[in-house]
């Protein structure tokens, strides 16, 4: 198996506010649109962010109920996103700051507002209307070949 | 604010079992390992997954608590991974489910047997030890240009 992911899909509940959040708040282009099911963002080389109805991203995941094969309900509630972070790297400090601000005139609530990161730059974090985490980070110790090899410093441990 | 995103960072209660998991299990080649606290792998022209202790994912978020601009407590247990998918697509029906087959195999837990899926191609999905939700899709209306622009042909609804 190769070592790639090609989509990062997010249970959403909300597809109106998210729209109005990429699309209106920060200017982002929608590769593909399907109100009220699913709302695409190319957000990377190859990679889609894709904002799924979450009533729609749990009966997608459970499959067809009448399918012998599906043995598992569907739970009533959706699960919120939770347990991730998808991080936005930017080329100074200060732009930690105007990218954070940004995000929040756009609508996002600021979650941990900008200040030294741990791992030896600065970082805030902003989450989306639908609960999704960003964190926006200068990091002296990555940088991005042409080729999209990554380089990273090892991190200074939290500890 | 450009469209991207650099890494994903996944909250992670057993480190040493991701670690058994894409590495020993599905041949990944780490880009750093931490270990007791991150472990990185590439998975993308630019994209980094990081699997962080679950602790440390916490601790990262909330900041310094002596710092004034910290007043969240850190919560007494750590988020689950919820609520998303990430995707990795293979390039026929038949590669779905050795992928999947693949990923049991190395420890993944099979969540939605291969099957006919609501976009017009073939899907699994399976977690990862510590609840990462990978989707393992054959999606002929899917492609990547070389300059990494992404192709999408509007989905099927699942209505």
Not at 74 to 87: H, R
Not at 89 to 113: F, L
Not at 131 to 149: F, K, Q, R
Request: aromatic share 8%; glycine share 10%.
């Amino acid at each position: 198996m190769q070592q790639r992911a090609d989509f990062l899909t997010v249970s959403t509940s909300d597809l109106d506010a998210a729209r109005a959040f990429y699309r209106d708040g920060l200017g982002w282009q929608p590769l593909l649109d399907v109100p009220g099911e699913i709302l695409f963002f190319q957000i990377g080389h190859g990679l889609v962010l894709g904002l799924f109805d979450a009533h729609a991203f749990d009966r997608d995941l459970e499959g067809d109920p009448t399918a012998p094969e599906n043995a598992a309900p569907v739970p009533n509630a959706p699960a919120a996103p939770a347990g991730f972070t998808l991080s936005h790297n930017v080329s100074s400090p200060e732009e930690v700051d105007q990218v954070v601000e940004r995000m929040r005139a756009a609508g996002g609530t600021v979650r941990k507002p900008p200040q030294t990161a741990a791992f030896g730059g600065r970082h805030g974090h902003v989450l989306d209307p639908n609960g999704v985490l960003w964190e926006i980070a200068h990091n002296p110790g990555w940088s991005v070949d042409p080729d999209g090899t990554v380089r990273l410093e090892a991190v200074e441990s939290a500890e």
